[in-house]
């Protein structure tokens, strides 16, 4: 027990190095945060009061949500950090989506199972992770091959492409640690340990998301069913499964929670990696794409690199090589997640407006990609989060969180 609470202490435990050149005083912290502070207040109390009066436990989520937003933003501005910040954030949101996600569908259904009769009815939320799937069946046969609602809410299909479409346009794949709500699980497990103890991952893996990209596209075209949600959706584990009433179906729930052991579990624990994203999630490929024509990247001076290897180590979705020393880009895949910029002992990586000077206006790239980024983590994140706590809330209230 002793070494779980370690573990989890030490995943955001700051450590001692020098002070970020993009470390804020006070006065200057507080002004930034101060956009941020309101935006945030607008969506979240400003969500929960549109839809009436709302019990006083709703009313204590959203207080408590957006407190903790805003605190972890203004940590952003003062330390000049991101990662660590980005990360708390993005493993809760991971955390909350599951309890939001679970107790809403027992709510509505009765049940995580998944029937015919539900499909039938479109009671599925679409996820981001379909997406690529339903491209080809649509052009070819103008149907959704998917059992959900084509516009009612968020979670609808028209809806999460919307979503999806606008945060790539801007974040590229920043969309994978600052929006998707299952990365945060794999992020969270690869902070676990300290060392690796697998140290060294051959490249090639990396090309294995462009394989199972190509297969379920190919197959989902073919069959006219989306056929990684049906077959190889690791995270089926911790949302909603079919209904277990034959020998196919328990094949697919074998192979759903194995695929979550092994590649959002154990793995991430092991290499400090996330394998997952890195390694398998088929959007994380297609992601990758978006990073070419989104508005930032992340660029390395290599007149200040020593090449010691520290960020090529710890870069957590296999986004640097040795070769980003000397070209001064990161790998196509990189997430932007900030954690390589945080450690740098040589201060030689920054954020990156297109289209600047790289090495120039760091202060400014950096609040420039801050404010889209984390209101997006904050505003995706956020109502998952407050449904989260107000059922949490309810269950230490009147013993029932439905
Ligand atoms: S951590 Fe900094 S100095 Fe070390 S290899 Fe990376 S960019 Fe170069
Ligand atoms: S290259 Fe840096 S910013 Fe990009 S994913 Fe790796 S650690 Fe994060």
């Not at 708390?88 to 259904?109: K, P, Q, S, Y």
Request: glycine letters at 8%.
């Amino acid at each position: 027990m002793t070494t779980i609470a370690r573990s989890i202490s030490r995943m955001f435990k700051p450590k001692p190095r020098k002070p970020s050149p993009f470390q804020l005083g006070w006065g200057k912290s507080l002004l930034l945060a101060l956009p941020m502070l309101l935006l945030t207040a607008l969506m979240t109390f400003g969500q929960v009061m549109s839809s009436g009066q709302p019990e006083s436990l709703v009313l204590l989520a959203t207080l408590l949500v957006w407190v903790f937003l805003n605190v972890l933003f203004f940590l952003m501005l003062k330390t000049g950090r991101t990662d660590r910040y980005r990360a708390l954030l993005f493993v809760v949101m991971a955390l909350g989506f599951i309890v939001f996600f679970m107790t809403t569908i027992i709510e509505t259904r009765g049940s995580l199972a998944l029937t015919g009769a539900n499909m039938v009815s479109g009671e599925t939320p679409f996820c981001h992770l379909v997406i690529p799937m339903i491209i080809i069946p649509a052009a070819l046969t103008r149907t959704i091959i998917f059992p959900g609602s084509l516009l009612a809410g968020f979670a609808s299909v028209a809806g999460m492409i919307v979503i999806w479409t606008g945060a790539s346009l801007v974040l590229g794949r920043a969309w994978c640690s600052w929006g998707c709500f299952y990365g945060g699980l794999d992020d969270g497990f690869s902070r676990l340990l300290k060392k690796p103890v697998i140290k060294n991952i051959n490249r090639k893996w990396t090309y294995l998301p462009y394989a199972v990209l190509l297969g379920i596209v190919l197959t989902s075209a073919i069959t006219l069913t989306p056929t990684y949600c049906e077959w190889l959706c690791p995270f089926k584990t911790v949302t909603e499964f079919e209904a277990i009433t034959s020998i196919e179906t328990v094949i697919k729930a074998v192979i759903f929670v194995s695929l979550f052991v092994s590649l959002v579990v154990v793995l991430p624990i092991l290499t400090r990696r996330r394998t997952q994203c890195g390694l398998f999630c088929p959007l994380g490929a297609v992601q990758n794409w978006t990073n070419k024509v989104n508005v930032y990247d992340v660029r390395i001076d290599p007149e200040k690199c020593t090449h010691c290897g520290h960020c090529v180590t710890n870069c957590s979705t296999f986004s640097l090589d040795d070769s980003c020393m000397t070209s001064g880009r990161t790998l196509i895949s990189c997430s932007k997640c900030g954690k390589c910029i945080d450690i740098c002992p040589r201060q030689a990586i920054s954020y990156h407006v297109k289209g600047t000077r790289p090495g120039a206006h760091q202060l400014a790239a950096r609040l420039l990609f801050l404010y889209p980024a984390f209101l997006f983590l904050a505003t995706f994140g956020g109502g998952m989060l407050i449904s989260a706590i107000w059922r949490i809330l309810r269950l230490v209230t009147t013993g029932s969180m439905i």
